[in-house]
């Protein structure tokens, strides 16, 4: 079966410090993995898609990016933090067309101090 | 760009009231429509989908919404809550637009509460 691990669950980093999230899928190959924001009263906000390897989409213009550098790996980081980085962030996947709606992680809970 | 507006923010509830969660949205194009669910502390977990034929969709634990074309919108029903529906919902639209480049836009998210 197919399983989505997302990690840390929850991290405090001080402002100016770098992050690095981390998201693998098992039991797929060659899905399309994504990266989502959520903050209160404001929905899921997509940051990054990839549809393969090496292959990175930017939605929003911000003070993260984001990498593939396996098929099954996503990675989310940032080389200074800001205060307005904190928020809970997911990672999702899907395979195959979209019919089939996405399979979201856990979550990463980032507080900025 | 398509975007996706949930009416309410937060709707309180007793339980076996009736529910119903606006959600609209604004591509004309074809859609998959989604509504996903988040309880207190736990994942996001797909409630019911659309993707063609029967606009009238049953999901889990009771909850259906119906797709109208016409109107832009897919809200969430369900004829009696109880306790443990309490979690935010998410109405989310995705394009069918080809390729493999699927993306899923979510609304804003309406927290239920239901009072026992």
């Known amino acids: 079966s197919q399983t989505i691990h997302q990690w840390p669950a929850t991290l405090v980093q001080p402002v100016g410090s770098p992050l690095s999230l981390e998201c693998t899928v098992e039991?797929?190959?060659?899905?399309?993995l994504y990266w989502y924001r959520q903050a209160a009263g404001r929905g899921l906000q997509l940051l990054f898609y990839s549809v393969g390897i090496g292959q990175i989409s930017s939605e929003v213009p911000q003070n993260l990016s984001a990498s593939r550098p396996q098929d099954r790996q996503f990675i989310l980081s940032s080389k200074k933090l800001l205060l307005s980085d904190s928020g809970f962030y997911l990672c999702?996947?899907?395979f195959g067309t979209g019919v089939h709606g996405y399979t979201f992680g856990s979550g990463t809970r980032l507080t900025v101090v | 760009a398509q975007s996706v507006s949930q009416h309410n923010h937060h709707v309180i509830l007793s339980e076996a009231a009736s529910l119903e969660l606006g959600c609209n949205y604004s591509?004309?194009?074809?859609?998959?429509l989604f509504w996903y669910v988040q309880y207190p502390g736990q994942h996001l977990q797909l409630l019911l989908k659309y993707f063609s034929g029967d606009p009238l969709v049953k999901g889990i634990k009771g909850f259906e919404a119906e797709f109208i074309k016409s109107k832009f919108s897919f809200n969430l029903r369900k004829p009696s809550v109880q306790w443990s529906d309490t979690a935010e919902y998410f109405c989310a639209v995705n394009l069918m637009s080809g390729g493999s480049n699927y993306k899923l836009t979510f609304g804003k998210g309406t927290l239920l509460t239901v009072n026992p």
């Open positions: 999702a996947w899907l």
């Open positions: 039991g797929t190959s060659n899905p399309n």
């Open positions: 591509y004309g194009g074809t859609v998959n």
